[in-house]
């Protein structure tokens, strides 16, 4: 191992690794030499050389190395490697496939909870398949929304918001704070055949929506993202995007006679939704959930030349 000066050392460009198995870091630029590790589908690599089929790259390696005395040492540290050229290629080329879909890393229901670390297909509950971009245009002239968004009705007032409820009137104020205690919320509708109001929470580090009855102004429920409610207003699921695990958290919940239950919750490895408002996801007539999507793994690769390569996904409840 040659010594290697990261600050010294030229970053010409970057790639990604397009070879859905991977791709072998190795300690020269043949296919012959030792093996150092490898980095998955849709990493980012720093160029510093490009070598006929092979790129030299700056990364991270890990080290073993042996003590005269027999202690066995473990150390880290820049190095030059070298990654074969055709398994790298451009960030719009990092793409999801079917069998991507339903790869969850984390399943809650029935009161049990499990993890995966290395992914495990969801066989039930959901059905989710890509479709192409004009199907999703097509199917947006249906969406379906029963949130009467009457904002105007109750309009924040010195960090106060007053709704009416048949019993009485109650009061969600602000917190405006720099530190975590901070709260601020925000009125964003009534869902009429349910009796509730729908306020939206915004804190120091995450947000959520919350239901409150009209009739007693209780808490109803609280969720972690906008409540999508399904044509048949039999369930809602929530999206989101979470950028600390890179995963798609969603939430399955069940309406009977007004009332909501969480059916299931899991947390989808592979895409991302790419949704800036409420309304780039939605229910449409036939009973599917649409949305755009990218590859999570093409999430944090985006530049001012380079963008992630935009898909289109719809659930179904089976």
């Not at 005395?69 to 496939?97: C, P």
Request: aromatic share 12%.
């Amino acid at each position: 191992m040659s010594s290697f000066d990261y600050d010294a050392t030229k970053n010409i460009g970057q790639v990604f690794v397009t070879n859905k198995k991977g791709t072998a870091l190795k300690e020269a630029s043949n296919e012959q030499s030792k093996i150092l590790d490898y980095s998955e589908y849709g990493s980012k690599l720093d160029v510093i050389e490009e070598l006929g089929n092979w790129l030299a790259i700056r990364e991270r390696i890990g080290r073993n190395h042996v003590r005269d005395d027999g202690t066995r040492v473990e150390s880290s540290g820049w190095e030059r490697v070298y990654v074969a050229k055709n398994d790298t290629g451009a960030l719009d080329e990092i793409q999801l496939t079917d069998g991507d879909l339903n790869i969850i890393t984390s399943l809650n229901d029935n009161e049990n909870s499990e993890s995966f670390e290395k992914g495990k297909p969801l066989k039930k509950y959901l059905k989710l398949e890509l479709i192409d971009q004009s199907t999703f245009e097509r199917m947006k002239n249906n969406a379906v929304s029963f949130l009467k968004a009457d904002t105007t009705t109750f309009i924040k007032k010195n960090g106060i918001i007053i709704l009416p409820t048949a019993k009485k009137s109650i009061k969600i104020v602000d917190n405006p704070s720099d530190s975590d205690s901070r709260e601020e919320y925000k009125y964003r509708g009534q869902v009429e055949f349910l009796n509730q109001y729908l306020i939206e929470g915004s804190y120091y580090e995450s947000s959520d929506f919350t239901f409150f009855d009209k009739t007693n102004g209780k808490r109803k429920q609280t969720f972690d993202e906008y409540p999508y409610i399904s044509a048949d207003k039999k369930n809602i699921i929530c999206i989101f995007g979470n950028p600390y695990d890179s995963t798609s958290d969603l939430e399955l919940y069940a309406i009977t006679n007004q009332e909501i239950k969480l059916v299931m919750a899991a947390s989808f490895m592979n895409w991302f939704p790419d949704a800036i408002k409420v309304s780039d996801i939605f229910w449409s007539t036939d009973g599917y959930l649409y949305m755009q999507v990218i590859h999570a793994q093409a999430m944090w690769g985006e530049t001012s030349d380079e963008k992630p390569k935009k898909q289109y996904l719809r659930i179904k409840l089976i």
